[in-house]
């Protein structure tokens, strides 16, 4: 019997903070159907780390972005 998460269904409703980005990606490419019915456990490691990267690509535009408004102020 294993101690790991269990693939549980996942609430859009319920979501922490870390995960509204996550799952806005993932409905962008067409993975929140998925995700809503069989939790984030049900994804592939490739879906998984399209994911991860685009949340990396995305943060990383973000802090550039906050720099440059900064310098401008």
């Known amino acids: 019997m294993s101690k790991g998460k269990k ?5 859009p409703r319920n979501m ?3 995960d509204v980005l996550k ?6 490419l067409g993975l ?3 995700v809503i019915k069989d939790g984030w ?8 780390g399209r994911i991860g990267g685009l949340i990396t ?3 990383r535009e973000m802090k550039k972005e ?4 900064e310098e401008e102020a």
């Open 57 to 59: 690509k995305r943060k």
């Open 7 to 11: 693939n549980e269904p996942f609430d």
């Open 66 to 69: 906050a720099l440059s408004a």
């Open 16 to 18: 922490k903070p870390e």
């Open 41 to 48: 456990r049900s994804l592939s490691a490739k879906e998984s």
């Open 32 to 34: 929140g159907d998925k």
């Open 23 to 28: 799952f806005e990606i993932a409905t962008e």
